[in-house]
């Protein structure tokens, strides 16, 4: 599993995170509500839909695949990863997790 110290530092204006070892990953939590996950590349990707995942779309950002290892089958998740601008001011990284949490 990847060293989530930094994200939970990151994300600590939200509120209580906490995290779980899930999805391959780990899961992080706000006040109990999931809204990213980080796997073993260490990238943490912000569970969105509607409105953020159509914006980090537009910039480039990356949507999170998972692979069937029963048929090579590539299944898409609504899971987009955090900008490179946003590990380094919390601001906006908090900015984009709070608009995950409202979409969910």
Request: with cysteine; net charge negative.
């Given at each position: 599993m990847p060293d989530t110290a930094f994200y939970r530092d990151l994300f600590e204006p939200l509120g209580t995170i906490t995290t779980?070892?899930?999805m391959g990953g780990t899961v992080f939590?706000?006040?109990?509500?999931?809204?990213a996950t980080v796997h073993g590349d260490g990238r943490l990707f912000l569970r969105t839909k509607a409105a953020l995942a159509e914006r980090l779309k537009a910039?480039?950002?990356?949507?999170?695949?998972?692979?069937r290892p029963s048929d090579g089958h590539v299944q898409a998740m609504g899971y987009w990863s955090l900008p490179?601008?946003?590990l380094?001011?919390?601001?906006?990284?908090?900015?984009l997790a709070r608009e995950a949490l409202a979409e969910a």
């Open positions: 779980r070892n899930m939590y706000a006040d109990g509500r999931l809204f910039d480039g950002e990356t949507q999170l695949t998972w692979t490179e601008a946003a380094e001011d919390p601001d906006l990284a908090c900015a």
